[in-house]
């Protein structure tokens, strides 16, 4: 008799472990699906602002800019130069 109730508390404690491995595994696995599905990812930006591109005109500006700065500004274009 004692045989058998080692036998039957080994296969309790197998199953419960077997139960809980599974449920554990749904739960994570529905957990990370969530999280994936809570973060969009970023749309890109399409480089264009909704404003008008307004250059800076000033004295101490103009004096540290290149001159293909200052030909796209002239142009009203966003300077793409350094």
Do not use: C, D, W
């Not at 970023?42 to 103009?62: I, K, L, M």
């Amino acid at each position: 008799m004692n045989g058998v109730r080692k036998t039957v508390a080994a296969a309790a404690i197998a199953g419960s472990m077997l139960v809980g491995g599974v449920a554990g595994a749904v739960l994570y696995g529905a957990t990370t699906l969530a999280a994936q599905a809570a973060s969009p990812s970023p749309s890109p930006s399409s480089g264009t602002s909704s404003g008008t591109f307004v250059s800076n005109e000033t004295a101490a500006h103009e004096a540290g800019e290149s001159a293909a700065r200052e030909a796209q500004e002239n142009a009203g274009q966003v300077p793409t130069v350094p």
